[in-house]
């Protein structure tokens, strides 16, 4: 029990990232096929990867983030500027975990492979945004609430 309520569960935290991890994963290998002109196999390669890591990344960074806000706040609240920045600081990070693998599965230069990575990361900007504004709507964390 942290600041009088639960924080999400193993459980509850692998669902989530399941659930918005493939479903990002379809969307993005039918998009980056037709518009980056890539074979479906090609990017369905990089979305997989880019998953798994995102998987592993996802309940780490949510987990740390969650914890900072409930000891910072003490509640799991996010209004929209910090969901921005929540989303945006999760976006960064996986954008150095994945450049070098894009540029070495794609046999593109860090150049190249940082602007599709970024394309990718701007797709996924807006997705998280709106995956975990809804997932928090439909599911909401476990009443953790700010006592005083």
């Given at each position: 029990?942290?600041?009088?309520?639960?924080?999400?569960?193993?459980?509850?935290?692998?669902?989530h990232?399941?659930?918005?991890?493939?479903?990002?994963?379809?969307?993005?290998?039918?998009?980056?096929?037709?518009?980056?002109?890539?074979?479906?196999?090609?990017?369905?390669?990089v979305?997989?990867?880019?998953?798994?890591?995102?998987?592993?990344?996802v309940?780490?960074?949510?987990?740390?983030?969650?914890?900072?806000?409930?000891?910072?706040?003490?509640?799991?609240?996010?209004?929209?500027?910090?969901?921005i920045?929540?989303?945006?600081?999760?976006?960064?990070?996986?954008?150095?975990?994945?450049?070098?693998?894009?540029?070495?599965?794609?046999?593109?230069?860090?150049?190249?492979?940082?602007?599709?990575?970024?394309?990718?990361?701007?797709?996924?900007?807006?997705?998280?945004?709106?995956?975990?504004w809804?997932?928090?709507?439909?599911?909401?964390?476990?009443?953790?609430?700010?006592?005083?």
């Amino acid at each position: 029990m942290i600041g009088g309520g639960d924080m999400r569960n193993t459980r509850e935290r692998i669902v989530h990232a399941v659930s918005f991890e493939v479903s990002g994963l379809l969307i993005l290998t039918v998009l980056g096929s037709w518009g980056l002109g890539y074979p479906v196999t090609v990017m369905g390669t990089v979305a997989l990867v880019g998953t798994t890591l995102a998987m592993v990344w996802v309940y780490i960074y949510n987990l740390a983030f969650d914890r900072v806000l409930v000891r910072l706040t003490g509640a799991l609240r996010k209004p929209i500027w910090l969901r921005i920045i929540h989303a945006i600081l999760f976006e960064a990070g996986l954008l150095i975990i994945l450049l070098p693998f894009i540029a070495w599965h794609l046999g593109i230069g860090f150049v190249e492979a940082f602007w599709l990575d970024l394309s990718m990361a701007g797709f996924y900007l807006l997705y998280a945004f709106a995956f975990n504004w809804v997932y928090d709507l439909m599911f909401p964390p476990g009443g953790v609430e700010k006592r005083g």
